[in-house]
């Protein structure tokens, strides 16, 4: 009998992995985490103590040998996506990538043929898709509820707090910092909504820090429905608020304040010839239920929401706006 708790390892042991994906996995159902990935040894130790996992690897061989892992979070640098992913596929993982997918398209494309030929599940961290109140309002906008598609606007701009970045700070190790730390979120979601999109204007600015990478994006879209739409991402001095999603059909419209990533807010829905609705939205652990689709998928309980296909064809939208 197939056992039925998936075993996870974690490309990371810092940042977002020690205070978010690392809990993230161990709060789901149906998962378990059982070894971590580092560079630095220290850190890998430091991460097993805190978060009780029994094995911490500085070798990635020896990480993908064990055979306690089944599936891999890949949450390490950008750059080093593509290497670390398809090392996870050859040795016969099932692989959640973080966003963005990769630096460049080919790199995500070269991801999308290793996840075919090792036929093992490769998904991408798009936690909005895992947010129980926009997979219902998604479905209803897929049946026609709020009429054809016409326009999308996104924004969320966070405080950065200051300018030690690391390796985001670098263009071709990161892809671009407020593009790709929210921004490709934000791509997902309009494209989630939306459809696939072929044309895009893009104007990145780092007037708000002055380093190599954008701390401002905007981006603009044509979709290939003839819907249009923008986004804007930020990373601030100040906080921008709690984020805002719009939806507009022809009929009716959504508007999402502070339902990003599983914060609590409101949603306001019209239909056409109704008075605006508005109801508080309950906050929810996106990550957690990430992870618990995730180890579903590769159990064969149904199909990942954002595929390897979604990250490159996000990648393709991010190339467009930042020129290269």
Same mark, same amino acid.
């Given at each position: ?122 998904? =991408? *961290?798009?936690?909005?898709? &895992? ?13 026609? !509820? @709020? $009429? ?30 407020? =593009? *790709?730390?929210?921004?490709? &979120? ?13 044309? !895009? @204007? $893009? ?122």
């Amino acid at each position: 009998m197939a056992k039925k708790t998936v075993g996870w390892g974690l490309i990371g042991s810092t940042s977002w992995s020690d205070h978010t994906f690392g809990p993230a996995i161990t709060a789901a159902q149906g998962a378990e985490l059982a070894a971590v990935f580092s560079s630095k040894r220290a850190n890998a130790a430091a991460f097993c103590k805190k978060h009780g996992v029994p094995n911490g690897y500085t070798d990635l061989d020896a990480f993908l040998a064990d055979p306690a892992v089944e599936a891999v979070w890949v949450a390490g640098p950008t750059d080093l996506h593509k290497k670390q992913t398809i090392a996870a596929l050859k040795a016969g993982k099932h692989v959640l990538c973080e966003k963005p997918m990769a630096v460049s398209a080919a790199d995500c494309a070269a991801m999308v043929k290793a996840g075919i030929k090792a036929r093992r599940v490769l998904g =991408l *961290g798009y936690n909005n898709r &895992h947010s129980p109140i926009f997979q219902a309002t998604q479905r209803d906008w897929a049946k026609g !509820v @709020y $009429g054809a598609p016409v326009n999308v606007r996104i924004h969320l701009v966070l405080p950065a707090g200051n300018t030690q970045i690391g390796w985001r700070g670098y263009p071709k190790r990161s892809g671009g910092w407020a =593009l *790709g730390n929210i921004g490709t &979120h934000l791509i997902d979601v309009a494209r989630w909504f939306m459809g696939d999109v072929d044309e !895009v @204007y $893009g104007h990145l600015s780092n007037h708000a820090w002055g380093l190599k990478v954008d701390d401002h994006s905007l981006v603009a879209m044509g979709f290939k429905n003839g819907a249009s739409g923008t986004i804007m991402a930020g990373m601030g001095r100040v906080m921008g608020g709690t984020g805002r999603l719009e939806l507009y059909g022809t009929t009716g419209y959504c508007i999402f304040d502070g339902a990003l990533f599983g914060g609590g807010g409101t949603m306001t829905t019209s239909r056409k010839g109704a008075a605006p609705v508005t109801k508080k939205l309950p906050a929810y652990n996106t990550y957690q239920l990430q992870v618990e689709a995730f180890s579903r998928a590769v159990r064969g309980d149904g199909k990942f929401q954002a595929t390897a296909l979604d990250g490159l064809a996000n990648l393709k939208v991010m190339e467009e706006a930042r020129g290269w």
